[in-house]
C-alpha cells in the first residue's frame, strides 16, 4: 500500500498531492495535446477588478494590468480596457482613437468606419472597423466602446482577426467581446 506521500504517474507525468493537474498530456508521439475539457480561464481587470472574462482553451492571457487585459491565439488578438472617459467624451471618437493606439501595427489598407449609437441601458456607443495588414497577413480591426453617461465609466474592446483564421477563433474571438461589453 502507497503511502500519502505517492507519487502518481499518469501518461508519463508525474502528480504529487497538492499539485494541480497538468492540462497538457504527452501523445504516443510525444508532444502535448491540449485538454479540451479544462474549464476557460477567467481573467478580471478594471479599478476594482468589475470586468471579467472567459479565456477559452487555446488563448494566451499576454498582458494583464489592472485596467486592461490582451488575450491572443495566433495572430488574433484582443485587448480589453476599463477607464473613464472625459465628460465630454464622444463614444466613437473614442472607439477610433482606441483602434489607433492599441491596433498601431496594422498598416491600413482601405478606407475605416466609424458609427455612433445608443447602447443599451442609455449607454454610447461607439464602433470602429478598418481593413489592414500585419506582416503581410489580412486583418480586420474592430473597436468597440461602451460609455455609461452619469459617471463616464467606459470600457474599450479593441480586437485584431487574422483574414484566415477559421470558424471557432472568430467565434470566440467575439464571445470574449461581448461578454466584455455586457458587464458595464
Wanted: glycine content about 10%; proline content about 4%; aromatic content about 6%.
Amino acid at each position: 500500500m502507497l503511502g500519502i506521500g505517492a507519487l502518481i504517474l499518469i501518461a508519463g507525468q508525474v502528480w504529487r498531492p497538492g499539485e494541480s493537474v497538468p492540462t497538457t498530456w504527452p501523445s504516443a508521439t510525444g508532444s502535448a495535446v491540449a485538454d479540451e475539457e479544462a474549464p476557460p480561464e477567467e481573467v478580471t481587470f478594471g479599478d476594482a477588478e468589475e470586468f471579467t472574462v472567459s479565456v477559452p482553451n487555446g488563448w494566451q492571457v499576454e498582458d494583464s494590468s489592472g485596467t486592461s487585459v490582451l488575450i491572443s491565439r495566433d495572430g488574433t488578438s484582443l485587448f480589453a480596457r476599463s477607464y473613464l472617459a472625459g465628460e465630454d467624451a464622444v463614444a466613437s471618437d473614442e472607439a477610433r482613437r482606441m483602434a489607433t493606439r492599441y491596433a498601431s501595427g496594422v498598416k491600413r489598407t482601405g478606407k475605416a468606419s466609424t458609427t455612433a449609437e445608443d447602447g443599451p441601458g442609455g449607454l454610447a456607443r461607439g464602433s470602429y472597423h478598418s481593413a489592414g495588414t500585419v506582416d503581410g497577413r489580412q486583418v480586420q480591426v474592430y473597436a468597440d466602446v461602451l460609455i455609461r453617461p452619469e459617471d463616464t465609466q467606459a470600457v474599450a474592446v479593441v480586437t485584431i482577426l487574422r483574414g484566415d483564421a477559421d470558424a471557432d477563433v472568430a467565434q470566440q474571438l467575439a464571445a470574449m467581446r461581448d461578454e466584455v461589453l455586457g458587464q458595464l
